[in-house]
């Protein structure tokens, strides 16, 4: 079953919240970021081949023009390989693992697994991040010394920051499937 | 035993600062102002550079202005960062003790654990 809502980041983006039910006890959440607006990457460009030209008129030396056209060029490609997060997922599997998967706007991905057995919860969490207080999800890892200790914070959902609606829902998505560690519990 | 109530001694000294501060302020006129030649006929020939009486104050402003953006700076360093656990908990929390759980008393006063709070918060009660 798979279900599709939109939402709105902190910034007021909007995004898009994709919720897929492999089993019982496996749930895979996906936020989806706006994709680059054709508007913005045409003012970046203006104003930077403005600025060149401008240099240009001042300095007589034609080797400006040519250098603001490789930044530019430069720049977007370093930016859509490295910065611009076009969507984040979380996989929750209940004996397994989570796995959380950034998509560049390039193809390129980046994946995080953690064990179950180090995780001991999801929770939303408040805190202060660039004069703004916001809410955002993280897994808790065990302490392996202390049974009630949190060894870690691993926050989600960085770039695409979604508001507490969006954030509530993936949270209970993941209690619904973490609970049922407490209930049956495995020897492996 | 310290109250802010006006007393002789507190008078005395507000008195004698106000005298100081406006003898130092005359001093700092007259150091900036009066020409260096009268002040040598004067026998004061090794006062500091007339440079000073400019620089200082500058120096002071400036200093005052960057003072505000330094103090920012500051507290945007010290917030902890999102991935860290003192957005969690902290030493003092991780080290106290439960009282025992009284009939018809009001709970003792504790900080109780996120997971707590978030399914107090977000789940349902059935």
Redesign the interface.
């Known amino acids: 079953a798979m279900e599709e809502r939109r939402y709105r980041s902190a910034s007021g983006a909007p995004i898009a919240l994709r919720r897929r039910q492999h089993s019982a006890s496996c749930r895979e959440l996906a936020v989806r970021c706006p994709r680059l607006q054709l508007r913005s990457l045409s003012a970046v460009t203006c104003a930077v081949w403005l600025a060149a030209y401008g240099l240009f008129v001042l300095s007589e030396n034609s080797m400006v023009l040519s250098a603001a056209i490789f930044i530019t060029l430069i720049g977007l490609i370093i930016y859509l390989h490295f910065v611009k997060i076009d969507q984040e997922s979380l996989l929750v599997i209940g004996s397994l693992g989570i796995q959380v998967t950034s998509s560049y706007a390039s193809g390129k991905e980046s994946t995080t697994f953690i064990e179950m057995s180090q995780v001991?919860?999801v929770?939303?969490?408040e805190?202060?991040?660039?004069q703004k207080v916001i809410y955002?999800l993280?897994i808790?890892l065990q302490d392996p010394g202390d049974p009630?200790?949190?060894?870690?914070?691993?926050?989600l959902f960085?770039s695409s920051k979604p508001r507490l609606d969006c954030l509530?829902e993936v949270?209970?998505s993941c209690?619904e499937i973490l609970e049922q560690r407490m209930t049956a519990p495995q020897s492996s | 035993e310290n109250s802010p109530a006006p007393l002789p001694e507190r008078a005395i000294y507000g008195f004698a600062l106000f005298l100081g501060s406006w003898f130092g302020f005359i001093l700092y006129l007259i150091w900036a102002f009066i020409p260096e030649t009268w002040l040598f006929t004067l026998g004061l020939t090794y006062w500091p550079q007339k440079y000073w009486a400019v620089a200082l104050p500058a120096y002071l402003l400036v200093a005052i202005g960057v003072g505000y953006i330094l103090l920012f700076g500051i507290n945007m360093m010290s917030t902890a960062p999102l991935n860290s656990t003192d957005t969690i908990t902290d030493n003092y929390a991780k080290k106290q003790q439960q009282k025992k759980f009284q009939e018809e008393a009001i709970p003792a006063l504790r900080d109780i654990p996120i997971s707590e709070v978030n399914r107090m918060f977000f789940l349902p009660e059935k």
Request: proline share 4%.
């Open positions: 001991k919860d929770v939303i969490n805190a202060i991040h660039m955002y993280c808790l009630q200790g949190v060894s870690e914070v691993v926050p960085q509530i949270y209970k209690q």
